[in-house]
């Protein structure tokens, strides 16, 4: 077990040369080695130094240097690296973050130009949804019109002067629901992009048909994490059905409806 006893100003470390403050096991060492020794439970300089490194990258303190995940160089990394909105635990350097730039970001935007996007995607899907309120409210798809692919903001403004926003889900037969997540437009919204309120079809699990729509207002979606689309929603004993908040921003409307799927049709057909 290693003590640490202080020595003379003269005294040098066993291990490295360096200014000696204690002992290890006998051994005269300087502060670093001792501390590496009495964590790890070796002196060899040449392992020493290897466990200093593989603990300093995983604390990220090699003085702003840490390896990057994808090519695994110990260089300056600008950030940590990001899939699907979940933080992976690595870095990613200069170099390969260009390349991650131009693979989610410029290629998607160079595809919806070109018309190069799997209609079986999310982002084809969203297109559909977009496209379909745009015939149907007669309002204009900013990101066409703009050319500009990553704007927050859908449409433009419909005939009764307001700002439409679109989202739509397709069934989750597991959880026999439509779930939305309120927190993105809330951020569009609290970085200034205003709009009056969110149009979120509810689609089947094929999506073939529209089966729900709703329009939500801005007021609303501010004052919720999501909103949850029960399709046949029933109370905690499940024996008598009830009427959930948003049932009061369902559109009920039978013709507007078979409009809609009307409209809907032709859009996934003609793709």
């Not at 994808?70 to 950030?79: A, E, G, H, V």
């Not at 529209?210 to 399709?231: A, G, Q, W």
């Amino acid at each position: 077990m290693g003590t640490y006893n202080k020595l003379p100003k003269d005294a040098v470390c066993h291990n490295c040369s360096d200014m000696a403050i204690g002992r290890w096991n006998n051994l005269i060492v300087c502060r670093k080695c001792y501390n590496f020794a009495y964590t790890y439970g070796i002196l060899d300089n040449d392992k020493i130094k290897n466990k200093k490194i593989e603990y300093l990258i995983k604390k990220d303190k090699i003085k702003g240097k840490n390896r990057c995940c994808i090519c695994n160089k110990l260089t300056r990394c600008i950030r940590k690296e990001y899939k699907e909105g979940k933080h992976t635990g690595g870095w990613i350097c200069e170099n390969c973050r260009g390349e991650e730039y131009y693979a989610n970001t410029i290629k998607p935007m160079t595809d919806h130009r070109i018309g190069n996007i799997d209609p079986n995607s999310s982002v084809a899907k969203g297109d559909n949804f977009e496209e379909l309120t745009s015939i149907w409210k007669r309002v204009k798809i900013l990101s066409i019109e703009n050319d500009k692919y990553c704007g927050p903001l859908d449409h433009s403004i419909d005939s009764n002067g307001k700002r439409p926003e679109t989202k739509g889900k397709f069934y989750d037969r597991y959880n026999r629901r439509w779930l939305q997540d309120c927190r993105g437009p809330q951020n569009a919204i609290r970085r200034g992009f205003i709009f009056d309120y969110l149009i979120l079809y509810c689609a089947s699990k094929d999506g073939k048909d529209i089966d729900r729509i709703y329009e939500f207002p801005t007021e609303e979606l501010m004052n919720r994490s999501c909103v949850n689309v029960i399709k046949n929603p029933m109370n905690h004993c499940g024996t008598i059905p009830i009427i959930p908040w948003y049932e009061k921003y369902r559109i009920i409307d039978e013709e507007e409806l078979i409009k809609v799927n009307k409209i809907w049709k032709e859009i996934i057909n003609k793709k």
